[in-house]
């Protein structure tokens, strides 16, 4: 079946532009989450998404960034003004109720901010 | 909060021979350890996992052991060949108390044919 999408694949933008991330989760999986990978580093934690219970924001680095995530599927993860540090892969993952702890991770958005 | 490490950062092992990546954390309370293996412009997928219960746990040619006491846990894979050349990364959750995941640095392996 289809895995985890995310869109677009790759993001050159620059300093002090705003971007949306998009991801597309497993159908019917109720938890979302959302990571960053810097270059050479280990996965990042940003913000979890659990059924309709408000979201855990706590790795969020800074007011600048948001996520949303619409109808319990789709979710946009967005960068406001951002700056040359926040380049990074933007990664997200989804888990199941069944096996909740088991998450299946998207391919991946490469941000590169100029 | 949790604090994972992870070694070494790379690795090259010969086609056939053993290669071990370890992983320390820091939070006693965590209960769940996954393995994942990211390839080159993938997202990481899980190969393994170990739940604080359990000791050892092996699928074929890889495998998990957990000490909690030391508060360490390893992955070992064996007989290995060059579809294992990939990153990767430990991680440890307090699953079901909390629904952070804390990822190592990631390990680079190589296997030279």
């Known amino acids: ?114 | 909060g949790e604090n994972v490490e992870q070694h070494p950062s790379t690795l090259s092992v010969q086609e056939g021979d053993s290669a071990v990546i370890k992983c320390t954390y820091s939070d006693s309370a965590s209960n769940y350890f996954p393995w994942y293996k990211q390839e080159l412009g993938k997202g990481p997928q899980l190969i393994i996992d170990i739940r604080s219960n359990v000791g050892e746990k092996k699928d074929q040619r890889i495998a998990v052991t957990l000490n909690k006491t030391a508060k360490h846990f390893s992955l070992h894979i064996t007989e290995t060949q060059p579809e294992d050349s990939a990153v990767y990364f430990c991680a440890a959750s307090t699953w079901n108390t909390g629904n952070q995941f804390y990822f190592g640095t990631g390990t680079s392996l190589t296997v030279i044919p």
């Open chain 1, 1 to 114: 079946g289809a895995g985890v999408s995310q869109s677009p694949s790759n993001k050159v933008t620059e300093k002090g532009k705003d971007v949306e991330l998009r991801c597309d989760p497993i159908s019917g999986h109720t938890a979302l989450y959302w990571y960053r990978q810097s270059l050479g580093q280990g996965l990042e934690f940003l913000i979890y998404f659990q059924g309709n219970s408000a979201p855990d924001k706590s790795g969020l680095p800074s007011d600048r960034f948001s996520a949303e995530r619409t109808g319990g599927s789709v979710s946009t993860l967005t960068i406001q003004r951002t700056q040359q540090e926040d380049s990074a892969v933007y990664l997200c993952a989804s888990s199941s109720q069944l096996a909740s702890e088991t998450q299946y991770f998207g391919p991946g958005t490469r941000l590169l901010v100029l």
